[in-house]
């Protein structure tokens, strides 16, 4: 922080004064890229190995901008989806509205991407409140079949597939 000792031009007062305002700067931000695969045909929401990042908030005033954009695929002429959703610690953040017996996600796709990804992304302005770590993460599931990260549901060993990469980012905004 930085201060200036300000005196009013007719002399009536004086005192210290912030000379820069960080309400709404970028304190720190935290990385992590998921280069290699993973697959999963649970039902139940699982987190995604290798897919997370941790930070410690220097204010219970700030707040943490997360972002992610995971790539998936899917299995062959499958009607089945795949469904993401972010976590801070072990609590779902930035879902829908869990309806009757939808699921409340953050993301999604339908199933036949065997031979293609799709693209998931997604922000969140998180209010967590508190100085203490906290732990992003994405976790998967599915309603049938296996579905993929950073890899299409058939992976041909062929310079016409491809592999990707995933990532989230944690950005801790000053309150």
Known sequence: ????????????????????????????????????????????????????????????????????????????????QTMLRLMRDATPIAVGTSVSNRTATTTGMSGNQAYTMESNSASFLDSPATASSLTYKVQQRNTTGTFYVNRTGTDTDSSTYSRSVSTITLMEVAG
């Open 1 to 80: 922080s930085m201060y200036v000792y300000y005196t009013d031009p007719g002399g009536g007062s004086s005192s210290w004064i912030g000379a820069v305002s960080r309400s709404g700067g970028i304190l720190q931000v935290v990385s992590t890229t998921k280069t290699d695969t993973f697959s999963t045909a649970s039902t139940s929401f699982t987190d995604i190995t290798g897919l997370s990042a941790s930070i410690t908030p220097r204010s219970t005033s700030s707040k943490i901008l997360v972002a992610y954009n995971v790539q998936t695929g899917g299995p062959v002429h499958s009607t089945g």
